[in-house]
Each structure stands twice: as structure tokens, then as C-alpha cells.
């Protein structure tokens, strides 16, 4: 590059402007780079007798020389024209942070990022690229470990009036209420975005990234669940009921010791021993959200069993609340095109064999009358 002919004022006052520069905003990130990288290719730190730009900016501004690299590396990756002072429009938004942490991306997972990740998720996508999973696992079995973790979620899903009427925003929402969340397990890392832009996934060792729409992804969840969907049941009945821990305690005329919980292998389960020991069995805990949530009260596991024991005690006489009943027409009539094709999906799954009813308008007309309830099952006669 041709040598910069400058003038001491010049000098002056472009030394002055790299000052300013590094006590504004975030956004300054890429002008003060384009700042340094003049110096640096002009060589006009040789003006005030240093040897190398290193060497200028340590004495000036008091910059490390991986911060100096930092800066003009930033503009080369990021700046429009690949040299000049404006951040290119595709990463506006993001902090220098993410910037930074940008740089050792490759194009395409650079694609990955928006304005709503974070500087953690990036390291995780790095860490995901370099490190060997030890699960050979496919899609499918991802998305079950995903809702293995997220028990809540699960129920919540098949709970919600948006998987009987199919609203789409109020799914995604359910799954992603922040717009920004990212999963890794064994061979893939997923992305989860807003509705539009959907779900984006790498796969261990493979350079492109994979696009998958919530629609497709709700139809997998369907395709995994169909035989176990019953409301605030669905993770129990998938995945069975939570681990029961137990709690041993041993008590003698001046101390009392906790022994640590032990684990009792479902097949042979010990015999109880009268060794003076009381033995008392905790309530199951239910598995909790990833995100760090706590909460608080009675799980549904225990009001049950309240229940139950009021019951047989002779305690309560309130009869069980009938569900709304109305006719499959009418409960079709209430879905949207989606949740109509996810019910219909699901019953044929179900009833495979009496799919001739379709090319039988008596059999369809009767098929449509039958009384179901609020989440489209048949209500018994």
C-alpha cells in the first residue's frame, strides 16, 4: 500500500479521533480497527519514532497487542468493503463481544448468529465444532432428549390450546418464549428462532447448516408422542414415572445420621428388615427445567394421592366434573387447517383399519356426529 502523506496537523488530529473513538460506544469497534489498520499500513507510528503499530498503541492508549489485533481484525471480518469505517448491515445489533467471538467462525455458522445470541451459545457452537460427540444419535432422538429434560414443557405443550386449535406463534412460543435458544446433544447443536426463520441445526462434522420449519418440527414431536399425548401426563407416560428416592435414617440415644439416598434397582427391590432403622420413602421429584427455574407447592403426584386418601376415608362426596361434550364436526369446526390435519393425522395413526370410512359418506356423516371432548376424543356411550 502506497505510503499516507499526512500533515502534523493531520497527525494530530487523527490521533486525537482514535482517542475519542475508544471511549465511545460498542459500535466504535469498527472504526477504531479501521483507524489502526491506516496507521499500521501507512507505517505512520514511525512519525512519533516507534518501531512497530504494537509498540504505538501500548505507549498511546494503553492497548494490548491481542486487544490491537482484536480491533483491526473486527474491521476486516466485519466492515463493509472489507475496509472502512461502518459495520456491514448483516451484524448490526451485535456487541463487541459477540464480534470477538465471531471471528474464528466459519462463514457458514457465522449465519447462526443474531442479534439475540449470546457470547456463551457462540463458545458452545466452537466447543460443539472441535469436540468428538460420544453419541451416534440421530433427529429423532435429540428431540426426545430435549423433552426428557423439559418435562413441564412437554405437558404444557399438549395442554395448550394451541396444539388442539393449531396456532402456530403460540407453540413456538411455548418452546421458545425468549426467541433465542440453542440445544447440543451428541452429533447435533439446534438453534431454535422466531416462527418464520424457524429451526437451524448442525450436525457433527458437516460444514452446511440444516434448516428445519416449526411445522416440521411439530410433526416430528407427533410422530414421537402420538401413543403417549394425555395432557399434564404425556412425559410420565412416554418416559415413565420419576425416580423414587428413599432416605435412611439411623438413629441412636444421642445422635441421628443421614445416610446418603441409594438408588434400589427396580428388579430386585430389598426386602424390608427390622433393624430397628426407620426407613421412610420421600415423594417423587419431579425432573426440573434446564433453565434454572424452581417452583414451588404440591406436585400432581401428591394432590392425587390426597385425593385418593379423602376418598377412601369418606371424606369428600364432590362428583367428578363431566368434560364439555360436542360432535367431532363441531370440534374440527374449532381447529385451524393445522390442528385439524395433526388431529386427523393422529386418529388415522390410531385407526388405520377404518380408514375406509372415508369413501362411505353414512359411515363419515355418523363418524363426525359422535360426541368427543375438549381435546377431540370420543366420549364413551
Known sequence: MEYVQMTLDDWLREKEALRQELNSAVGAFVRIGYRLRKIRD??????????????????????????????????????????????????????????????????????????????????????????????????????????RERPKLLNDFYLSEGYVT??????????????????????????????????????????????????????????????????????????GAPEVKTVTRE?????????????????????PVNTGKDTRMEEPEEPQE?????????????EESEEENTEEKGTSSIPPINPPMQTRKEFLEGCTAWGAALYLSGWYKENSEAGGILGDANRLEAWLKLLVDDKGKELEA
Open 166 to 239: 393449531g396456532d402456530m406463534e403460540e407453540l413456538v412460543d411455548l418452546i421458545n418464549p425468549s426467541g433465542n435458544l440453542s440445544y447440543r446433544r451428541g452429533r447435533y447443536m439446534l438453534f431454535f428462532y422466531g416462527l418464520e426463520q424457524g429451526i437451524k441445526y448442525k450436525i457433527f462434522g458437516e460444514t452446511q447448516t440444516h434448516q428445519m420449519t416449526y411445522t416440521e418440527f411439530f410433526a416430528l414431536m407427533q410422530e414421537i408422542y402420538a401413543d403417549a399425548i394425555s395432557g399434564s401426563r404425556t412425559h410420565e407416560a412416554y418416559y
Open 42 to 147: 501507512g507505517k505512520l507510528y514511525e512519525r512519533d519514532g516507534y518501531k512497530s503499530l504494537g509498540e504505538f498503541a501500548k505507549a498511546e492508549y494503553g492497548l494490548e497487542k491481542s486487544t490491537t489485533s482484536t480491533f483491526i481484525a473486527i474491521n476486516e471480518e466485519f466492515s463493509k468493503d472489507g475496509y472502512s469505517m461502518e459495520l456491514q448491515e448483516r451484524y448490526q445489533g451485535l456487541g463487541s463481544s459477540v464480534l470477538a467471538e465471531m471471528l474464528k467462525l466459519s462463514q457458514e455458522d457465522r449465519e447462526l448468529v443474531t442479534m439475540d445470541t449470546t457470547r456463551a451459545q457462540i463458545r458452545e457452537l466452537k466447543q460443539f465444532e472441535k469436540q468428538e460427540p460420544q453419541e451416534n444419535n440421530d433427529l429423532k432422538g435429540v428431540v426426545i432428549e430435549f423433552f
Open 290 to 302: 434446564p433453565s434454572g427455574e424452581t417452583t414451588t407447592g404440591k406436585t400432581e403426584a401428591m
Open 251 to 271: 438413629t441412636s440415644a444421642t445422635t441421628t445420621t443421614v445416610t446418603p439416598p441409594q438408588k434400589v434397582p427396580p428388579a430386585e427391590p430389598e426386602k
